[in-house]
């Protein structure tokens, strides 16, 4: 079974704090993807790597910055943490072959106070 | 703009009351429709993958059809387990794996 972890399921930081999360696969997928999830909003992504050390912007990248050293390892930065990041961060990977369901981890709520 | 419109957002059911959950698209090119089943809390689970039109998938008590516009998800004699939010997601030629998420259908089944 293909498997995606995240560092913390839970997390709580301050207002101006750097935050780093942390995903990591086990299937050998060349993709991996950000998202958050907010009520009423969807998933909406935030960016994606298609290769290591390559990034793509999302549909919401501001305040955000990726780190793709290792093929299995997606990193998310939150430089200055603000309130209005506060939300569920869902990581996901896909194999780019012939499939590309992806497959997600079980998500991290951040809250910034 | 391709788009995913799920409907209805929420649907109350009876357990062994059957019913269907839609997705509606526009995408400029069709690759796949997928469809996914999140819990509270949890990372989307991922069920199924449609690719053509008239293609049906069944999983337990699960089945996903595909038209050329829309996609649906039968749920026949629902138990209240599969209570969770139903997500649906397209994936357009040449996006380089990206999908487009629908905002899901949270269902529930009463016992």
């Known amino acids: 079974d293909v498997k995606v972890t995240q560092s913390s399921r839970y997390l709580v930081k301050r207002t101006g704090e750097k935050v780093f999360l942390e995903c990591v696969q086990d299937?050998?997928?060349?993709?991996m993807f950000w998202y958050r999830q907010d009520p009423g909003l969807g998933l909406r992504l935030i960016y994606f790597s298609y290769d290591v050390k390559m990034k793509e912007k999302g549909d919401i990248p501001e305040g955000y910055s990726v780190s793709r050293e290792k093929k299995e390892r997606f990193s998310l930065i939150l430089e200055s943490a603000s309130t209005n990041q506060t939300s569920m961060y869902l990581c996901?990977?896909?194999?780019?072959?012939?499939?590309?369901?992806?497959?997600f981890g079980p998500g991290t709520r951040l809250t910034v106070t | 703009e391709d788009q995913v419109t799920q409907s209805p957002e929420a649907l109350r059911l009876q357990e062994g009351e059957s019913s269907s959950l839609n997705c509606s698209y526009t995408?400029?090119?069709?690759?796949?429709l997928f469809w996914y089943r999140q819990d509270p809390g949890k990372g989307p689970e991922f069920l199924f993958t449609?690719?053509?039109a008239g293609e049906e998938k069944e999983k337990e008590r699960l089945k996903a059809t595909l038209t050329k516009k829309e996609s649906f998800l039968h749920i026949t004699a629902p138990k209240p387990e599969d209570s969770a939010t139903y997500l649906c997601?397209?994936?357009?030629?040449?996006?380089?794996?990206?999908?487009?998420f629908g905002k899901g259908t949270k269902l529930s089944v009463k016992p």
């Open positions: 995408v400029s090119g069709l690759r796949g």
């Open positions: 997601a397209v994936q357009a030629w040449g996006s380089q794996g990206n999908l487009i």
């Open positions: 996901a990977s896909s194999t780019g072959g012939s499939s590309y369901e992806q497959y």
């Open positions: 449609l690719y053509s």
């Open positions: 299937m050998d997928h060349e993709n």
